[in-house]
């Protein structure tokens, strides 16, 4: 079996919109100032918030690819440490 052409996904995959900029259709630019790590600290209630917490990262890793979001969950090493971040 081989393929011979330009290879093209197939129509019906749905295409993930991006967060874009309207000066230029591009995707932002994000940097970090030195000495920080995340975009974002994505902060909840632990006893219900941790679901809609990891919805609101994920959904927003999705419209800005570059993003740095952190969640308790995904990123914190010790609960004792959570002051260092």
Known sequence: FSLIGPFAPPSHIAKVPTIRLVSDRQ?????????????????HIWSTGQDAAAVIKKQLQ???PDI???LD????KSIGALEEY
């Open 27 to 43: 995707q932002p630019e994000l940097t970090l100032a030195r000495g920080h790590t995340w975009h974002l600290f994505n902060s």
């Open 62 to 64: 999705l419209l800005i």
């Open 68 to 70: 740095k979001i952190f």
């Open 73 to 76: 969950v995904d990123d914190l």
